[in-house]
């Protein structure tokens, strides 16, 4: 059997570090926040800048949230550049050096960071980074940027993703190295208590539309995080946040889609049953090393099929449903609120 293969994977606009959010505030007016903040001292915002490296989908207000967050705090915003390579080339037309780069860019645990290497390239993933800088197609850093430099990366848990972190630092480096900061935790931007906070997720997952139901989902919870201390079901059933630093929980979905393309139709594989399109998944080296490096396993996946005689096509559809828990980072010396999002905080966050 000959045939070629052509493998999409494509991820919804609502991931983790993605979460819509109700927080809302006048307009011009600003929020106020604890001035322990190192981010916001008068001297660093004034030689600050933060990039909105993404825009909003559907009902999703991260960028939107983000955008009042850094303007509220006087720290001047660029909106519209979307890739790596834009970044560095605006920061290359810069006649000053900044202390602090902010980059607010969504990121999840399956596809990296949705900002992108170049314009018209692919999202930043550790491989397609990697590529990126072996080829030296990212242009050199030669401006805006020194050893005193911090590059602030607001994408959810990059701050435990080593080998990405010290790639994206890479690409800010030439002569000189900067800093780069990223939390391991999730961002929230645009809470109902405060504009900007950390929480630690936790997830589940199951085929989109089969739900086991919240009680056979927080006992699988229970065996995933058997050391965590929360009350699985609550948080599940529990959708927005009603008090202060409370669990909660909200949904979003990871698709797969593999298109094949036989040179007879009737080489087109019938696939009748569910265990029969895993098998076949499961056989295909570059579907089996997608679905690896996704980490998420088979079974959790709804599968469907399409055939095309025409077209001498097989269409393979796959989808997760993944329910996220949020646990909000309390003060330490204040339990109740919300750890101010410090970046001197070794706690909070990761230096690279």
């Not at 106020?32 to 800048?49: F, P, W």
């Not at 037309?93 to 900044?98: I, P, R």
């Not at 050199?140 to 848990?157: A, L, Q």
């Not at 055939?307 to 828990?325: D, P, Y």
Request: glycine share 4%; aromatic share 12%; charged share 20%.
């Amino acid at each position: 059997m000959k045939f070629f293969t052509v493998l999409l994977i494509v991820f919804t606009t609502f991931l983790a570090c993605e979460k819509a959010s109700l927080y809302e505030v006048p307009h011009g007016e600003e929020v106020a926040y604890n001035s322990n903040d190192t981010m916001l001292e008068s001297n660093v915002k004034t030689n600050s800048i933060a990039f909105i490296a993404g825009f909003d989908e559907d009902e999703n207000t991260y960028y939107t949230n983000a955008t009042r967050y850094f303007k509220n705090q006087q720290i001047p915003v660029v909106e519209e550049l979307y890739s790596l390579d834009e970044i560095i080339a605006y920061l290359n037309m810069s006649t000053k050096t900044y202390k602090n780069i902010h980059i607010i860019s969504h990121s999840n645990p399956w596809a990296g960071i949705s900002l992108k290497v170049s314009k018209d390239g692919n999202r930043i993933t550790v491989h397609n980074l990697d590529t990126a800088l072996n080829s030296k197609s990212i242009p050199i850093v030669t401006h805006g940027v020194d050893e005193n430099t911090n590059i602030i990366f607001h994408s959810c848990g990059l701050g435990e993703n080593t080998e990405l972190a010290q790639l994206l630092k890479q690409a800010f480096t030439n002569t000189v190295s900067p800093q780069l900061i990223a939390s391991p935790y999730f961002n929230v931007f645009g809470g109902n208590y405060v504009p900007h906070y950390l929480a630690k997720p936790y997830y589940v997952s199951y085929p989109t539309g089969h739900s086991p139901g919240p009680l056979a989902l927080s006992e699988e919870m229970k065996t995933i995080y058997p050391k965590v201390t929360i009350d699985w079901n609550t948080a599940l059933t529990t959708r927005k946040e009603t008090t202060a630093t409370e669990i909660y929980s909200y949904r979003f979905n990871v698709p797969v889609e593999w298109e094949f393309t036989f040179e007879d139709v009737s080489e087109i594989p019938s696939l009748e049953t569910r265990d029969d399109i895993m098998d076949f998944v499961s056989e295909q080296d570059e579907m089996a090393m997608a679905l690896y490096e996704l980490g998420i396993p088979l079974e959790k996946y709804r599968w469907i099929i399409k055939i095309s005689e025409e077209k001498k096509t097989l269409l393979i559809k796959g989808k997760t449903t993944i329910l996220c828990v949020l646990d909000p980072i309390e003060n330490s010396n204040d339990a109740g609120n919300y750890a101010v999002p410090e970046i001197t905080n070794e706690n909070l966050y990761t230096v690279f």
